[in-house]
C-alpha cells in the first residue's frame, strides 16, 4: 500500500511559477513509477508528467513540455512538479499518482495509488 500526500497548489496570474509536492509513505517506491495528472472541470484526467523512480528518466505531455518539470527526492520519497510560465488553461486540480510496474503509462487508469489533489488556478 502507497499513501500519497500532494501540497503546494495555489492562486497565482499567468506567467508565475509554482512548484507541487507529493510525499509518499508505505510501501518502497524503487519498483513504481509516479506520475502526475490534472483535472479541469468538465474534463477528463490529463496525463501531464512522470518519472521511473529507479531510473529518474521523465515524460511529458506536449502542452506543459519545456514549461514544467518533474524531479524526484529519494531520501524524502517525495516528487515534485516544477511549473513556470503558467497559463490560465493550466488551471486543475493536479493529483500525484502511483503504478507498481517499470513500464510508464500515461494512462490514468493504468495507476494504482493516488493522492487527494491540490487545486491550481492561473489567473489571466
Known amino acids: 500500500q502507497v499513501q500519497l500526500v500532494e501540497s503546494g497548489g495555489g492562486l497565482v496570474q499567468a506567467g508565475d511559477s509554482l512548484e507541487l509536492s507529493c510525499a509518499a509513505s508505505g510501501r518502497t517506491l524503487t519498483t513504481y513509477h509516479m506520475g502526475w495528472f490534472r483535472q479541469a472541470p468538465g474534463k477528463e484526467r490529463e496525463f501531464v508528467a512522470a518519472v521511473r523512480w529507479s531510473s529518474g528518466n521523465t515524460y511529458y505531455a506536449d502542452s506543459v513540455k519545456g514549461r514544467f518539470t518533474m524531479s524526484r527526492d529519494d531520501a524524502k520519497n517525495t516528487v515534485y512538479l516544477q511549473m513556470n510560465s503558467l497559463k490560465p488553461e493550466d488551471t486543475a486540480v493536479y493529483y500525484c499518482?502511483?503504478?507498481?510496474?517499470?513500464?510508464?503509462?500515461?494512462?490514468?487508469?493504468?495507476?494504482?495509488?493516488w493522492g487527494q489533489g491540490t487545486q491550481v488556478t492561473v489567473s489571466s
Open positions: 499518482a502511483a503504478r507498481s510496474s517499470f513500464l510508464v503509462s500515461m494512462t490514468a487508469s493504468a495507476y494504482d495509488y
